[in-house]
């Protein structure tokens, strides 16, 4: 079981940006997937989700989640067994290792985010990529 994110790079502000999360070993429409990111000494934060069970985007309930809407996107594309993250519109402050991780959607935690909502916590993932490196600056 592998996650392999990629994408990351330099970017203006303003600029775009597509991440990509490629899964191997499982199939990832069967699972709730989540992208997360770490600044510099800052803790791991969820950015957005996506259900596991109906493609429904979450995004976390902190002020994180406003920053975001709007501007990045998650979508799935079942074919490739990969998942994305359209950023867009990118701040200074967006720059970050970005993470994506995986949850089957059968546990008790993926049914509670549908239910919720709401992007679990990055406690609650079962599979991690590793990370791919963001910066917005000019």
């Known amino acids: 079981v592998q996650l392999q994110a990629s994408g990351g790079g330099l970017v203006q502000p303003g600029g775009s940006l597509r991440l990509s999360c490629a899964a191997s070993?499982?199939?990832?429409?069967?699972?709730?997937i989540g992208w997360f990111r770490q600044a510099p000494g800052k803790e791991r934060d969820v950015v957005i989700c996506i259900s596991g069970s109906d493609g429904r985007t979450f995004y976390p309930r902190s002020g994180l989640g406003d920053s975001v809407k709007g501007r990045f996107t998650i979508s799935r594309d079942n074919a490739k067994n990969t998942v994305y993250l359209q950023m867009n519109e990118l701040l200074p402050e967006d720059t970050a290792d970005y993470y994506c991780?995986?949850?089957?959607?059968?546990?008790?935690?993926?049914?509670?985010?549908?239910?919720?909502?709401?992007?679990?916590?990055?406690?609650?993932?079962?599979?991690w990529g590793q990370g791919t490196e963001v910066t917005v600056s000019s």
């Open positions: 070993g499982f199939t990832l429409d069967d699972y709730a």
């Open positions: 991780a995986a949850l089957s959607g059968d546990s008790s935690t993926a049914q509670a985010m549908d239910i919720m909502e709401a992007c679990p916590v990055p406690g609650a993932m079962e599979y």
